[in-house]
């Protein structure tokens, strides 16, 4: 199963290089120079010289960032790469604090008032604002996206069945998981619309990476992006009309309940209907 390492994939090291700051909209880019001189000290004060901010998760007010505890001397490999310790950052403030200690962590996400922690070995846990912490959910990929009301989240869930690597759920502060979609290999990077009906989600099932659409009450996958496409015309460079997947759902917001932005990787963000799967860059406006 794949596991997410940020190296290019995440925000905060997707303009570490010129060309990526080049491509990318201005106003990302001010955002991650923002969090960067906010969370960077912070980290080396609580965490020591050695530790480095990896990873943003999420958006807006009650952001959570990955520190690991050091760079590996050699690149890691998929299935063998650092846990995470978890501190919250409030974008609008600045403010920064210590969520977990521990390097266990693979993901987390702020759920309305609490912290949904996604360890290593698969396990979601729910911390309340009292501290207290109760398991959610096993067997769960990764990819979290909570609801706008905070009170459900939307993941990838690892299967059992032979020839369905991945699927996309629902799990609700219960701990009740609802499966949305499971089509043959990979279903994942789901993300739902704020308005709690629509989840949209990258699926393999066409040998072409491509987002589909599905509701919360389950109905049938529909392709938005890459339709006729197969792997087969992907070579010597993407074609006309391909849509990039997203890097991974903690760098989607969603513009409108219709609207998804995403980051695409390489520094460059798209925006998606999620009704026509008409999808273009964000240019964004002058630096």
Same mark, same amino acid.
């Given at each position: ?26 106003? =990302? ?18 965490? %020591? ?5 990896? /990873?943003?998760?999420?958006? %807006? &007010?009650?952001?959570?960032? %990955? ?33 977990? &200690?521990? *390097?266990?962590? &693979? ?11 996604? =360890? ?24 979290? *996206? ?17 020839? /369905? ?21 990979? =279903? ?12 949209? *989600? ?33 070579? %010597? ?13 903690? /760098? ?5 309940? =219709? ?15 999620? &009704? ?12």
């Amino acid at each position: 199963m794949r596991k997410l390492f940020l190296s290019i994939a995440a925000l905060t090291l997707a303009a570490s290089s010129a060309s990526a700051a080049d491509r990318m909209n201005p106003s =990302d880019l001010r955002r991650i120079e923002k969090a960067r001189e906010r969370i960077v000290p912070a980290v080396a004060k609580e965490f %020591g010289p050695k530790a480095r901010f990896v /990873h943003l998760f999420g958006q %807006g &007010r009650n952001m959570m960032a %990955g520190i690991i505890a050091e760079i590996p001397e050699n690149a890691p490999a998929t299935d063998d790469v650092p846990l995470l310790a978890i501190v919250a950052y409030d974008e609008p403030t600045g403010a920064v604090r210590v969520v977990d &200690r521990e *390097f266990k962590y &693979r993901e987390a996400r702020a759920v309305g008032p609490n912290v949904a922690l996604l =360890d290593g070995q698969g396990n979601l846990r729910l911390r309340e604002p009292n501290g207290r912490e109760r398991v959610l959910a096993q067997k769960v990929g990764g990819d979290l *996206f909570p609801t706008a009301k905070g009170d459900a989240l939307v993941a990838t869930l690892v299967m059992a069945d032979e020839g /369905h690597e991945t699927s996309v759920g629902i799990i609700d502060l219960n701990g009740r998981v609802k499966v949305l979609a499971d089509g043959p290999g990979i =279903d994942a990077t789901p993300s739902i619309s704020p308005d709690g009906k629509t989840v949209v *989600f990258v699926s393999g099932r066409t040998s072409v990476a491509s987002f589909f659409v599905t509701t919360v009450d389950g109905a049938a996958p529909r392709q938005l992006t890459n339709v006729g496409l197969d792997n087969t015309k992907l070579f %010597g460079g993407a074609p006309e009309g391909f849509v990039p997947p997203p890097v991974s759902s903690h /760098h989607m917001e969603w513009v409108s309940d =219709d609207v998804l932005r995403y980051n695409a990787g390489g520094g460059e963000f798209w925006k998606l209907n999620v &009704r026509t799967g008409q999808a273009a860059p964000d240019l964004g406006g002058e630096k």
